[in-house]
């Protein structure tokens, strides 16, 4: 899932999907992350689709 990208999404821990090594997931919105997303997807794909 990625919700680092959702506008808003308060931080939420997910135990019940707990790893093997003992690491919680995590969803909420990343204020870094979805800047760095919203620069570079428009990029990528003008790079593959041309625009």
Do not use: C, S
């Amino acid at each position: 899932m990625h919700a680092f990208d959702a506008p808003g999404l308060p931080r939420t821990e997910l135990p019940q999907y707990r790893e093997r090594d003992g690491r919680i997931p995590v969803i909420g919105t990343d204020k870094e992350a979805r800047g760095d997303a919203l620069a570079r997807v428009p990029a990528y794909l003008a790079a593959r689709f041309g625009k």
